[in-house]
């Protein structure tokens, strides 16, 4: 029996923890914990945030320009957020023409 050096760890994702941004005060210590589930866009200057289920709640009760479930390309780099399909994309996939920051259509 050999010694594998090797896990077989699967597909190498980016593996950068996408974790709320919610800190109260700014302050490290009161960082919190919780991984990441929505991605907002909180105005259009493209400024966007990372936020837990709880804090989502918090974010709601301020004005901001858009939100998604994050998935699988929210926050790597070079993706645009495409305001229709409400998700993250890479810009060389087709069909992607919401990169500019419009205000979204309001129902
Ligand atoms: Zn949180
Ligand atoms: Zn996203």
Known sequence: ???QPFAPLGRIVD???RKCGH??????????????TW????NTDREVGLACDP????????V?????RIG???DMPGTLWDFDEKRCV???EPAVETAAAEQPTTA
């Not at 991605?39 to 909180?42: A, E, G, Q, R």
């Not at 989502?56 to 009760?61: H, L, P, W």
């Not at 901001?64 to 998604?68: A, E, I, Q, V």
């Open 1 to 3: 029996m050999t010694m």
């Open 64 to 68: 901001f320009l858009d939100s998604h």
């Open 72 to 74: 699988p390309d929210c």
């Open 90 to 92: 890479y810009p060389d």
């Open 55 to 62: 804090h989502m709640d918090i974010a709601r009760r301020y």
């Open 39 to 42: 991605h907002i866009m909180w």
């Open 15 to 17: 593996s950068r923890p």
């Open 23 to 36: 800190s109260p005060g700014d302050n490290p210590g009161t960082d919190c914990p919780a991984e990441a």
